[in-house]
């Protein structure tokens, strides 16, 4: 869909998806940091300032989502 609007959603769209990368990626980066330092590994803030929960490499984006107007949520 080319129109303004169906550009509009398919950004929202994106952008939701970035948003929910990143917060999986920061939960399971905090576990990861939480199970170093129960097993006494040392975990540096300088070195915890240079990792990013953007990364998204392991995610596979296949296909195209669509969410019809009006949906009900499930």
Do not use: M
């Not at 929910?20 to 330092?37: P, Q, S």
């Not at 953007?54 to 296909?63: C, D, K, N, S």
């Amino acid at each position: 869909d080319r129109t303004s609007e169906g550009q509009h959603y398919r950004i929202a769209g994106l952008n939701l998806l970035a948003a929910i990368i990143i917060y999986w990626n920061t939960l399971h980066l905090g576990k990861a940091v939480d199970l170093r330092r129960r097993d006494g590994l040392d975990v540096p803030p300088e070195l915890l300032a240079h990792i990013s929960p953007l990364g998204w490499a392991h995610i596979l984006l296949t296909g195209e989502y669509r969410w019809p107007k009006g949906a009900e949520p499930v």
